[in-house]
């Protein structure tokens, strides 16, 4: 697999805008669906529910650190990116004070981001390593990137309470990612998410509860839950998660798309 969109043989791809974002997909994604995709995006990103989310996400873009003064902050909840026809979604935790807090648009600007763009990369799902703002010219194909709480929380740890505010927007972006079979579970966080979502769109989770595990995989209604440590720093600069563990999980993800694809009756 090269590093980028696809090989020659691949058929012309056409484009769709979403959320300010360019987006590649295999096929036109319907217009219905798109338009249920800006209309979710809109709210979340009008959404106020949490008032300790909303008072430090706010706090930060008015009191950036000396490296981003002068920038002006998106400030708001964060609203998923990427292809809508994706047959695999990526599940994080939740957006970085100074990273997508600030650039709006998930894992971006920081170092999380860089790794899991560069990653999508080599895999093939995106069409550039690097993200850097909104409208840089990075485009997804066959890959959507969310996560499981949309404001920056303090110290990377929101609440129970928070958490469960937004697990129903996760629930619809999921659900209007119609052709998504495989799910990427970014950290613990976004493993115990994926399968509250799951469960609340009627999918049945096994008993006993599956654990997470960097490279785990389940079955959990009409989804394949893969599991991925977090690419945080803490991490990555401990080699925790290493470049060849995340190419391995991405690598199972695309191999799961192939599959879905090339199955009689697949769209």
């Known amino acids: 697999m090269g590093s980028?969109?696809?090989?020659?043989?691949?058929p012309p791809a056409r484009t769709a805008v979403v959320d300010d974002s360019v987006v590649v997909t295999d096929s036109q994604p319907q217009p219905a669906q798109v338009d249920a995709?800006?209309?979710l995006a809109a709210e979340i990103h009008a959404c106020r529910r949490c008032p300790r989310l909303v008072a430090w996400r706010e706090e930060?873009?008015?009191?950036?650190?000396?490296?981003?003064?002068?920038?002006?902050y998106w400030g708001k909840p964060l609203s998923g990116f990427g292809d809508p026809n994706a047959r695999v979604a990526l599940v994080g935790l939740a957006p970085a004070a100074h990273g997508a807090n600030r650039t709006g648009r998930m894992f971006t600007g920081d170092r999380s981001g860089d790794w899991?763009?560069?990653?999508?990369?080599r895999a093939g799902f995106a069409n550039q390593p690097g993200s850097e703002r909104r409208g840089d010219g990075l485009a997804?194909?066959?890959?959507?990137?969310?996560?499981?709480?949309r404001c920056a929380p303090p110290a990377n740890r929101p609440t129970p309470a928070e958490?469960?505010?937004?697990?129903p927007y996760l629930e619809r972006e999921l659900a209007l990612l119609r052709r998504c079979r495989t799910i990427v579970a970014l950290g613990a966080f976004g493993w115990d998410g994926a399968l509250r979502a799951i469960a609340a769109l009627g999918g049945e989770v096994p008993r006993p509860r599956p654990r997470f595990g960097h490279?785990?995989?389940?079955s959990v209604g009409r989804w394949?839950?893969?599991?991925?440590?977090?690419?945080?720093?803490?991490?990555?600069?401990?080699?925790?998660?290493t470049e060849p563990m995340l190419d391995t999980v991405l690598a199972r993800a695309r191999e799961l798309a192939i599959s879905q694809r090339d199955a009689p009756g697949s769209q």
């Open 4 to 10: 980028g969109l696809g090989s020659r043989s691949d």
């Open 163 to 167: 958490r469960d505010e937004c697990l």
């Open 37 to 39: 995709i800006d209309a």
């Open 215 to 218: 490279g785990g995989e389940v």
């Open 116 to 121: 899991l763009y560069a990653a999508l990369h």
């Open 140 to 149: 997804l194909r066959d890959a959507y990137v969310t996560a499981v709480v």
């Open 60 to 72: 930060r873009a008015a009191d950036p650190p000396a490296r981003f003064r002068g920038e002006e």
């Open 224 to 241: 394949a839950l893969l599991g991925c440590y977090h690419p945080s720093q803490q991490n990555t600069f401990t080699g925790r998660l």
